[in-house]
């Protein structure tokens, strides 16, 4: 089944205390992307990613780091998190850009809780 | 940087009435897509359209690109229906990455 895992679905952990969220797709996606959702403000793009060893910032990228050795990975990593990184993230892939607008395939999400 | 802005933003409405989600942008797009989020809180992608009008079941999407305005149709509503629908747009920069935006989202209803 095509799909997007993301892991883990829930985190509670402490401020300070580094984490990665891991993204993974099963599609062939040059395109992969992190997303995160708060209430009231919708969805916003933290980082994205072209292609293996090609990423650059989103919207919102502070306090955020990420990486893309292999094609199919893109973990978000949380090198110090603080209480407003309390969040619903998602991360998302596409096919493109490569010149066309693909539709995109989301993970389940992942609600950390910052403490 | 575009503007999204859906209308309504809640709406309940009865089981089998014609509903109507729409969604508006400020700044030429590359597509439009039109999402669903359940409580559960996972995304489905529901359409993606760049012209005219795509129908899938009882759903259906048109978008008007000079007028810069979508609308998601629910025909004979049904409470499993009742979700979070997210309109956002693509936007292609010159370096080749493509950057979504979204709207907050409209919350449906739908009351047996």
């Known amino acids: 089944e095509a799909q997007v895992t993301q892991n883990p679905r829930y985190l509670i952990t402490v401020t300070g205390k580094k984490l990665t969220v891991t993204c993974s797709q099963n599609m062939n996606h040059e395109y992969m992307s992190w997303y995160r959702q708060d209430p009231g403000l919708g969805l916003r793009q933290i980082y994205y990613s072209m292609n293996v060893e090609v990423t650059d910032k989103g919207d919102v990228p502070e306090g955020y780091k990420v990486s893309r050795k292999e094609k199919r990975n893109f973990p978000l990593i949380l090198e110090s998190p603080s209480p407003n990184q309390t969040s619903l993230y998602f991360c998302?892939?596409?096919?493109?850009?490569?010149?066309?607008?693909?539709?995109?395939?989301f993970g389940s999400g992942t609600r950390l809780t910052v403490v | 940087k575009n503007e999204v802005e859906q209308s309504p933003q809640n709406l309940t409405a009865q089981e089998g009435e014609f509903i109507t989600i729409n969604c508006s942008y400020s700044?030429?797009?590359?597509?439009l897509h039109w999402l669903q989020q359940h409580p559960g809180g996972g995304i489905v992608s529901l359409f993606m359209?760049?012209?005219g009008k795509k129908k899938h079941g009882r759903l259906i999407a048109t978008i008007n690109i000079q007028e810069k305005h979508s609308s998601l149709h629910i025909t004979a509503s049904h409470p499993r229906d009742s979700a979070v629908y997210i309109c956002?747009?693509?936007?292609?920069?010159?370096?080749?990455?493509?950057?979504?935006?979204f709207g907050t989202g409209t919350r449906l209803t739908i009351i047996p």
């Open positions: 700044v030429g797009i590359s597509a």
């Open positions: 998302a892939s596409s096919l493109g850009p490569g010149g066309l607008t693909y539709g995109y395939t």
């Open positions: 956002a747009v693509s936007e292609r920069s010159n370096f080749g990455n493509e950057k979504l935006t």
């Open positions: 359209l760049s012209s």
